[in-house]
DNA sequence: TTGCTCCTCACGTCACGTGAGGTGGC
DNA sequence: TTGCTCCTCACGTCACGTGAGGTGGC
């Protein structure tokens, strides 16, 4: 910690200092205080004429703690260069800037949470595999759409499925799942969407238990459909046959989206005595 | 959305596929595909001797898919491309990924609950007031530190009276403050640190009530003595007698850690009086 | 012939870090 | 003379976006 520019009294205030005396009292580096002039953020007092040596004097300290203070905010050079100027509102840019940041931080905790999902898969991508499904309570949609808004009708029925729930039943969907065509065409399709509960209502009824050849998916919805082209290369390799439909389990809304993925198969008849 | 690439029955795969219509159900751009080969991250199944078009098969497919989930945990694309051809180990380098990722997001909510105080600041920089503080009762530590180690000894005297006072008092400190020469030298010096509590205990004492010129600090705490500087034009700009400390106010621990520091001041007699 | 896709450079982004090569004051 | 600080370029970072300028198939 260095003592303050002036002392005590108040009397004392540097008139002179060197670009490496300056940078020590900001706590950045010379390279960074050359970079703030090129970018007219921060101008020396003066220059020397004969070796082009810069000196800092106490109205440029002040400009430096300003510029510190709003790069701890995350803003932009330009942006706080122009708010220091007077050129741009602060409020404004702070209002601004606090969205994005918060879109940004929003994006961080996605991916922590896609590797923390990745990492729980101990090691190597998760692999398709078969599971067996057991039967299961459920509030089930029923719904139709077209292969373009698939995506968006599924989440619309999953949050009417969860507030019917709450508000009807007054419990919670343990979680979600979407079945429809594997071959969507270009028509209309018929989709299903299940709300999963713990115990029978009134109003629920029960998802046959099934066997899938079945892949947790993290990241981006959009690529979905590729994850279902390396399902059914897994399927055609396996020798197994699969019904004609997909089925999409999303197991924790809240956090990174985790999806399940999975394709319903037809069983030999041996298996299916197992 | 695109249909799948092979369709139900599983016999019908892609063999060809230009870098567009690969680009199109990968979700990215053409110039991506590129960016990748360029990096050796994804090659094409072959290229046209005549004209240089590329073309894309269903094992290119599949590792754009890999590409994919990775990069939706933020890994970078060397660190991608080495995952995916074995010469690093998957969960090693999520564990370190994990571990940044955990610093990039605790700074970024630093930057914002900053960008908050700000805003809350309603407009312009916090600029300094004079501020009457009222008396406190308060579990006061007294030491003895260097101007080096300043901040780590008030980091750990507010740690010590925090824990004493949830484990012997069995209350909680509302917020902290510290007291030192404002002039440090570069001997030893005599900090008070005081940690503030609702009401007394047999283990309190009372800070008496006080005037400072004061200002609220955002940002890193390297900044502090500078700050103290600016306080200090202010002071003798406005003609008042600092009485030689500085103090500072850790009004919020948790979040951004907001601070306020201020410079007692000797106030004359008819001031005192009002 | 007009669109559309494809090709190869190559610059720009953002806040500096990091040499390269050289000079001036203690 | 040896360190230390100072100077001015100028390249590199990271994952692409964005033209520039040109060609090939429907």
Redesign the interface.
């Known amino acids: 910690?260095?003592?303050?520019?002036?002392?005590?009294?108040?009397?004392v205030?540097p008139v002179s200092l060197t670009i490496g005396e300056f940078a020590r009292?900001?706590?950045v580096t010379v390279r960074t205080v050359r970079h703030y002039e090129q970018l007219g953020l921060l101008r020396p007092k003066s220059v020397d004429a004969r070796n082009g040596y810069r000196s800092y004097g106490?109205d440029e300290?002040?400009r430096?703690?300003?510029i510190?203070?709003?790069?701890?905010?995350?803003l932009d050079l330009a942006t706080i260069g122009a708010v220091i100027d007077g050129r741009l509102?602060?409020?404004a840019a702070?209002?601004g800037?606090?969205r994005r940041?918060?879109t940004?931080?929003a994006r961080?905790?996605?991916?922590?949470a896609?590797?923390?999902m990745?990492?729980a898969a101990?090691?190597?991508?998760p692999a398709p595999a078969l599971v067996d499904v057991p039967a299961e309570h459920a509030v089930v949609m029923r719904t139709s759409t077209t292969?373009?808004a698939?995506?968006r009708t599924i989440r619309r029925s999953i949050q009417q499925i969860g507030r019917a729930a709450r508000c009807e039943h007054g419990t919670r969907c343990r979680s979600f799942s979407a079945r429809f065509?594997?071959?969507?065409?270009s028509g209309p399709i018929e989709i299903a969407v299940a709300g999963i509960i713990d115990g029978p209502t009134s109003w629920s009824s029960v998802l046959p238990a099934e066997t899938r050849l079945s892949v947790p998916?993290?990241?981006?919805v959009?690529?979905l459909?590729?994850?279902?082209?390396?399902l059914?290369?897994e399927?055609?390799e396996q020798g197994l046959r699969?019904l004609?439909t997909a089925v999409e389990h999303y197991l924790d809304l809240a956090e990174a989206g985790r999806t399940e993925i999975g394709i319903p198969i037809q069983l030999p008849a041996r298996a299916r005595i197992t």
């Open positions: 910690v260095l003592p303050p520019v002036a002392d005590a009294s108040g009397s205030r009292r900001l706590r106490s300290l002040l430096g703690l300003q510190a203070q709003l790069k701890s905010t995350g509102d602060l409020e702070l209002r800037h606090r940041a918060e940004v931080i961080k905790r996605f991916e922590l896609t590797t923390e990745l990492l101990r090691g190597g991508l292969a373009d698939l995506g065509p594997l071959d969507l065409g998916w993290v990241g981006p959009g690529q459909p590729l994850a279902y082209d390396l059914l290369g399927v055609r699969p004609g």
